[in-house]
């Protein structure tokens, strides 16, 4: 089993950046392929991006490809989501999820509480 915590939401101004993390229990951590995930108010949950669990592959939303990038650092049980040239429409809540399922398959079998980010115009 897999605990998830996320961290580093906040407010910022369009066109800044953000760097989300997600803290993940455990000593399995690389054996899981993660994904971020977002949901704004009055809509639904939406893929954001995907990273193997080797971290040798990652794959992105059209909506925010170029601006966001996924990684992890498998030492250190943690997800990142590195968020550039951030935009009014990327204000949404921000979820970690894993994975021992297939790699860009649509099932997750843990989740994070998530992290609220808000982008000011």
């Known amino acids: 089993q897999v605990q998830l915590v996320e961290s580093g939401g906040g407010l910022v101004q369009a066109g800044g950046s953000l760097r989300l993390a997600c803290a993940a229990s455990g000593r399995t951590f690389s054996s899981y392929h993660m994904g971020w995930f977002r949901q704004a108010p009055g809509k639904e949950r939406e893929f954001v991006a995907t990273?193997?669990?080797?971290?040798?592959?990652?794959y992105h939303a059209d909506s925010v490809k170029d601006r966001f990038t996924i990684s992890r650092d498998n030492a250190k049980n943690t997800l990142y989501l590195q968020m550039n040239s951030l935009k009014p429409e990327d204000t949404a809540i921000y979820y970690c999820?894993?994975?021992?399922?297939?790699?860009?398959?649509?099932?997750?079998?843990?989740w994070g509480q998530g992290t609220q980010v808000t982008v000011s115009s």
């Open positions: 999820a894993a994975t021992n399922k297939a790699f860009l398959g649509d099932e997750y079998d843990y």
């Open positions: 990273i193997m669990s080797s971290g040798g592959y990652t």
